[in-house]
């Protein structure tokens, strides 16, 4: 931060600026003037708090595929049909058992399962190969929608959300203030604040993992160079096996995120892969902080956008894309 701020102290001041914007949004009671000009304080903080934790679902599903494709220099565009698989099961699993928590456990492992075989047979095959990678994955991506569209057909699923996360939670920022004196505060469903804390907490894990632990060494020096990785007798495909699987178990969780937020249905795969190539791009390829930067910004994109301008929200956010591919190609927050 200290390096961006000596380097590009413009925007340095432009992004200040902007926080303390945000923040005073956020926190100050707002004058009639105001509310005449951008509506209710509250319909503005539900489309911050639904940006941010939208964001931890886009950071979820992102984080795989940076692991996968920013990391390891893996084409899987298929990534978005892990996604969706993930949330098939995380439904299945939670009708069958009543247990929303198993349907997280169930999903992680079941795709965790199915990335294997796909690293063994597919990418094993094809290292450095990118076109044919990318090639094989939408033809994989084709397949896998069609056998979910076969079994589980075209319906829209909504994964129960359990009893003790069910209804809201008053949070300290007030919307208003009546005419007693008396503030007003805002009210936000607890289960997606819950699901944010724990894409943090996924999110610190994975970053000290790869960059404070012997095996984030190995997977990055295997990256760098496998051939020297390999003469020291490291089993690099082993390592490798093990990351992609991780990278596709937590697609499976984002699943079972996305079916509690919203819904699973056909399409959504496309939708994420999508989400998520913009996301790492936005962020930087292979950079954990940068998918968690990039999928909170594009989540915020998304919903202000929906709310304020709901014609071009979709092209606020590759709007952001073009901005940072012209002024910072390699992303916010590449990984050197």
């Known amino acids: 931060m200290t390096r961006f701020i000596e380097r590009h102290p413009a925007w340095a001041l432009i992004l200040l600026i902007a926080v303390a914007v945000l923040l005073w949004l956020i926190l100050a009671v707002w004058p009639p003037g105001l509310e005449e000009a951008f509506g209710r304080k509250r319909v503005f903080l539900n489309a911050v708090?639904?940006?941010?934790?939208?964001?931890?679902?886009?950071?979820?599903?992102?984080?795989?595929?940076?692991?996968?494709f920013g990391l390891m220099r893996n084409v899987n565009l298929a990534h978005g049909s892990l996604y969706l698989f993930g949330g098939y099961i995380g439904?299945?699993?939670?009708?069958?058992?009543?247990?929303?928590?198993?349907?997280?456990?169930?999903?992680?492992?079941?795709?965790?399962?199915?990335g294997v075989v796909l690293q063994i047979v597919v990418f094993r095959r094809m290292e450095g190969q990118d076109l044919r990678q990318?090639?094989?994955?939408?033809?994989?991506?084709?397949?896998?929608?069609?056998?979910?569209?076969w079994a589980f057909g075209g319906d829209f699923y909504q994964i129960q959300t359990p009893s003790?996360?069910?209804?809201?939670?008053?949070?300290?920022?007030?919307?208003?203030?009546?005419?007693?004196?008396?503030?007003?505060?805002?009210?936000?469903?607890?289960?997606r604040l819950v699901i944010f804390a724990a894409a943090v907490i996924i999110?610190?894990?994975?970053?000290?993992?790869?960059?404070?632990?012997r095996i984030g060494m190995m997977v990055r020096a295997g990256v760098d160079d496998r051939d020297m990785l390999a003469a020291t007798g490291v089993p690099i495909q082993l390592v490798f096996v093990a990351v992609f699987a991780l990278g596709a178990g937590l697609a499976g969780i984002a699943g079972v995120v996305g079916g509690t937020f919203q819904s699973i249905s056909p399409g959504e795969d496309t939708r994420f892969l999508l989400a998520s190539l913009v996301v790492v791009i936005v962020g930087g390829m292979g950079s954990i902080?940068?998918?968690?930067?990039?999928?909170?910004?594009?989540?915020?994109?998304?919903?202000?956008?929906?709310?304020y301008i709901p014609t071009y929200a979709i092209v606020v956010t590759f709007l952001i894309m073009v901005l940072v591919l012209a002024l910072r190609p390699q992303g916010l927050l590449a990984r050197r």
């Open 203 to 213: 999110g610190i894990a994975m970053w000290l993992a790869l960059n404070r632990t």
């Open 289 to 307: 902080p940068g998918a968690a930067l990039g999928a909170v910004i594009i989540g915020l994109a998304e919903q202000l956008g929906s709310v």
């Open 134 to 149: 990318t090639m094989v994955t939408i033809g994989l991506s084709i397949v896998f929608a069609d056998l979910m569209l």
């Open 49 to 68: 708090f639904n940006g941010i934790t939208l964001g931890g679902l886009y950071f979820l599903v992102a984080s795989g595929f940076t692991l996968i």
């Open 164 to 191: 003790w996360l069910v209804g809201p939670i008053e949070l300290p920022l007030a919307t208003a203030v009546r005419s007693s004196g008396e503030a007003v505060y805002l009210r936000y469903p607890l289960v």
């Open 91 to 114: 439904y299945a699993i939670s009708v069958w058992t009543g247990s929303w928590i198993l349907g997280f456990i169930v999903a992680f492992i079941g795709v965790a399962l199915v």
